[in-house]
């Protein structure tokens, strides 16, 4: 192997330009050439492809986003996009791509070393719901960014005495809200892998706990379950105390990394090439029970994941 890609797909996050930064130099340190391939498979396929040297990641193991931009692609979702695709690696030399990006990512890598050119995926997703993984690049930076923004309306909350509900992100997956719901003390929270749609159990437990004198009620809403602004208002109607609802949003993508971020991000950036270089392909890198591991993409793909139901039911009696 003489030249690799590196691109970044799907939805950015924090931590991204570390894993960058980590292919490009160790790929020097090990003799190859490095090309950047900007915007994910579309750029792949719009030959957006850019000579990478060590000088090109200084300075962004800090910041948040990616510097070779990310895209969705639905050309390369077919067969002949991923024809193209392979074709124009080896047009450039390129035998060796680190994708870095979730499941719809590693599914284009996968393509790509059906056709012969060796390939890695890195974990690159907020919401924690790669199933292979413990850890996923941006999810720190992101359940911290939330955790703050949390805290903030929480302030706020108790001094109007208020309801508030607060909606993360994390698509289908509840992994965001379920760590800010124990993070900052929320009085429930709100997950898809386990709600059952119950409103009025919560409309009770806010009646009771105002009971009690508690003085702000916080509900961590996951963007999976969705509908805050309704929730707030059918809230607010049945116990009549006032109820707002924020939606975090793109606030949860942003920001410089943590140093968990970075620190992973780079381990896993540094793995990539070093599989690449022992003549690895078709692999994801993850971190499970401590340990940096890889796995074959498909049985990576086939995994299950599912929330830990011990921090679910800690959550519950922590609430209290
Ligand atoms: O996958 C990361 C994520 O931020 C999800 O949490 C969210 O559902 C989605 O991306 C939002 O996507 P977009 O930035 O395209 O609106």
Redesign the pocket.
């Known amino acids: 192997i003489k030249t690799i890609g590196v691109l970044t797909s799907?939805?950015d996050?924090p931590g991204m330009n570390a894993a960058i930064r980590a292919v490009v130099r160790t790929a020097l340190a090990s003799g190859l050439n490095v090309k950047g391939i900007r915007r994910g498979f579309s750029g792949l396929l719009e030959e957006d492809i850019v000579e990478m040297d060590a000088k090109s990641v200084s300075d962004i193991i800090q910041r948040g986003g990616t510097v070779l931009y990310t895209a969705r692609s639905k050309e390369f979702m077919t067969s002949e996009g991923q024809d193209k695709g392979a074709a124009i690696c080896r047009k450039h030399g390129i035998d060796g791509v680190v994708v870095i990006g979730?499941d719809g990512s590693f599914q284009g890598a996968e393509k790509l070393a059906a056709r012969g050119i060796n390939t890695i995926g890195l974990p690159g997703?907020?919401?924690l719901d790669i199933a292979c993984t413990d850890y996923t690049i941006g999810f720190d930076t992101a359940v911290n960014t939330a955790m703050e923004a949390i805290d903030k309306v929480r302030d706020t909350s108790t001094s109007h005495e208020r309801c508030s509900i607060i909606e993360v992100?994390?698509?289908n997956a509840g992994y965001i809200a379920l760590w800010c719901g124990i993070a900052n003390g929320a009085e429930d929270i709100l997950i898809p892998e386990r709600y059952d749609h119950n409103e009025q159990r919560i409309i009770d437990s806010i009646v009771q706990r105002k009971k009690l004198g508690k003085k702000h009620h916080i509900i961590v809403n996951a963007?999976g379950i969705g509908d805050s602004y309704g929730m707030a208002k059918r809230i607010e109607a049945a116990t009549g105390i006032e109820t707002r609802a924020t939606i975090i949003g793109?606030i949860?993508?942003g920001g410089s990394p943590t140093c968990m971020d970075r620190m992973y991000a780079s381990a896993m950036g540094s793995i990539a090439v070093d599989l690449l270089c022992k003549g690895a392909s078709n692999r994801v890198v993850g971190y499970r029970d401590g340990k940096f591991v890889d796995y074959d993409i498909e049985e990576a793909l086939a995994m299950k994941k599912d929330v830990d139901q011990y921090l679910y039911d800690m959550a519950k009696k922590l609430s209290q």
């Open positions: 799907g939805g996050a979730g997703t907020i919401d992100m994390g698509r963007e793109h949860q993508r």
